[in-house]
């Protein structure tokens, strides 16, 4: 992530849960995550950023894939 004017930043990461959400945590933060959205009630199995950081591909348990634009929907 290289746009450390936005969302996207270099000491970000995301990262997804059982309880169907997905995080963006900042490292330079506390513990906490500075954006939380809701994908789903089913636990997150898999996540990944496309080559351009615009977007987050997320599999869940049930074998549904939801894509996320980090630009807004985050």
């Given at each position: ?7 996207n ?21 506390q513990?906490?995550?500075?954006l ?5 009630e ?9 080559g ?23």
């Amino acid at each position: 992530m290289n746009d450390s004017s936005s969302k996207n930043c270099s000491r970000c990461f995301y990262s997804g849960n059982g309880l169907g959400e997905v995080r963006l945590y900042d490292i330079r933060a506390q513990k906490k995550p500075i954006l939380v959205t809701k994908i789903e009630e089913s636990p997150v199995m898999n996540l990944c950023l496309s080559g351009d950081d615009k977007h987050c591909l997320i599999s869940n348990q049930t074998g549904t894939i939801s894509v996320l634009d980090t630009r807004k929907d985050l």
